[in-house]
């Protein structure tokens, strides 16, 4: 069960990464309250998933998610930049998530 709230954790920290450049730097109501509650979920289920899961690779992870996530989705939703060395570069990070999943226990 800790290694579902780790990717649930993840998946809720793309949706605050996206919520706070929707919010304009918490200057919009709505968008900055569904980036403060993304964060608190993100958070309560990263602490779950550290029962688990040791720290280390824990935070690597979610990080790892959120990371390629957001990148994805500032590919798909802001017109970011698709270089080829950009999306090597997003592929080595989510490389990094598959190999900590695979060693540990």
Known sequence: M??????????TEIAWAIG????????????SLFTLGAIGVSLLLLSLALRGIP?????AVWAGIGTVGTAVAGILFFSESTDLLRL??????????????????
């Open 55 to 59: 720290i280390g690779t824990a935070y």
């Open 2 to 11: 800790a290694w579902v709230y780790l990717f649930i954790a993840g998946l």
């Open 88 to 105: 090597a570069s997003i592929g080595l990070i989510a490389a990094g998530i598959v190999g900590l999943k695979l060693v540990t226990p």
């Open 20 to 31: 706070m450049k929707q919010s304009e730097g918490f200057t919009r109501l709505w968008p």
